[in-house]
């Protein structure tokens, strides 16, 4: 069965540091790959994708994301982190026709 | 372009009850799915529609049904709602059927919060 691992539930930084959330998925066939963000009382949106090509790919916001298919992961990335990068990021794999959701990571960000 | 629009926002049910939420996708777009997001369970994925078909369905119980109309609308309706329903009731469109590469990437609404008492 398809599944989705965020490996950090809470995540806690201070502006300026780096950022990697770790993601892992489970499924045997081909796959896209998505981030979305929650920020704090808004709605799910979309932060980057990947479907095929290049394995990293950037999204909005400075955010990037690097598919490794041998590892079955898909971590997102950020040099330096933002106060308004508060918010919880969920992870989503799609493959079968349905999406499938990691549980998110809360992402706090001390200014 | 307008965004996934959700109505109605909020909504407060006994046990018992049914209860019907309505989305509208972006323009254009075909396939609507729905997801269900609580703190202890996360998004769950309860179905996708397109071409006014079910497409694919996730573990709910048959109690939570939907449909699709010509234009692209979509309803969703719980019957014999339970304390354990309350949740926000996400609905999400894209252009094509979840998938097919690129074209299915899903744009979310803001949800409807389903209180149950």
């Given at each position: 069965?398809?599944?989705?691992?965020?490996?950090?539930?809470?995540?806690?930084?201070?502006?300026a540091a780096s950022?990697?959330?770790?993601?892992?998925?489970?499924?045997?066939?081909?796959?896209?790959?998505?981030?979305?963000?929650?920020?704090?009382?808004?709605?799910?949106?979309?932060?980057?994708?990947?479907?095929?090509?290049?394995?990293?790919?950037?999204?909005?916001?400075?955010?990037?994301?690097?598919?490794?298919?041998?590892?079955?992961?898909?971590n997102l990335r950020?040099?330096?982190?933002?106060?308004?990068?508060?918010?919880?990021?969920?992870?989503?794999?799609?493959?079968?026709?349905?999406?499938?959701?990691?549980?998110?990571?809360?992402?706090?960000?001390?200014? | 372009?307008?965004?996934?629009?959700?109505?109605?926002?909020?909504?407060?049910?006994?046990?018992?009850?049914?209860?019907?939420?309505?989305?509208?996708?972006?323009?254009?777009?075909?396939?609507?799915?729905?997801?269900?997001?609580?703190?202890?369970?996360?998004?769950?994925?309860?179905?996708?529609?397109?071409?006014?078909?079910?497409?694919?369905?996730?573990?709910?119980?048959?109690?939570?049904?939907?449909?699709?109309?010509?234009?692209?609308?979509?309803?969703?309706?719980?019957?014999?709602?339970?304390?354990?329903?309350?949740?926000?009731?996400?609905?999400?469109?894209?252009?094509?059927?979840?998938?097919?590469?690129?074209?299915?990437?899903?744009?979310?609404?803001?949800?409807?919060?389903?209180?149950?008492?």
């Amino acid at each position: 069965a398809q599944s989705v691992s965020q490996h950090n539930h809470h995540v806690i930084l201070s502006e300026a540091a780096s950022l990697e959330l770790g993601c892992n998925y489970s499924y045997g066939g081909t796959v896209n790959l998505f981030w979305y963000v929650q920020y704090p009382g808004q709605h799910l949106q979309l932060l980057l994708k990947y479907f095929s090509g290049d394995p990293l790919v950037k999204g909005i916001k400075g955010f990037e994301a690097e598919f490794i298919k041998s590892k079955f992961s898909f971590n997102l990335r950020k040099p330096s982190v933002q106060w308004s990068d508060t918010a919880e990021y969920f992870c989503a794999v799609n493959g079968g026709f349905k999406t499938i959701f990691g549980a998110g990571t809360r992402l706090f960000v001390k200014a | 372009k307008a965004g996934v629009t959700q109505t109605p926002r909020y909504l407060i049910k006994t046990r018992g009850q049914q209860v019907t939420l309505s989305c509208s996708p972006i323009s254009g777009h075909r396939s609507v799915s729905w997801y269900q997001q609580t703190p202890g369970q996360g998004l769950q994925f309860l179905f996708e529609y397109f071409s006014e078909t079910q497409r694919n369905k996730g573990n709910f119980p048959g109690r939570f049904s939907g449909r699709q109309f010509s234009n692209s609308r979509s309803e969703m309706n719980v019957s014999t709602l339970e304390l354990g329903d309350s949740a926000l009731y996400l609905c999400a469109s894209s252009l094509t059927r979840l998938g097919q590469g690129d074209t299915d990437t899903q744009y979310f609404g803001p949800g409807t919060r389903l209180t149950v008492l």
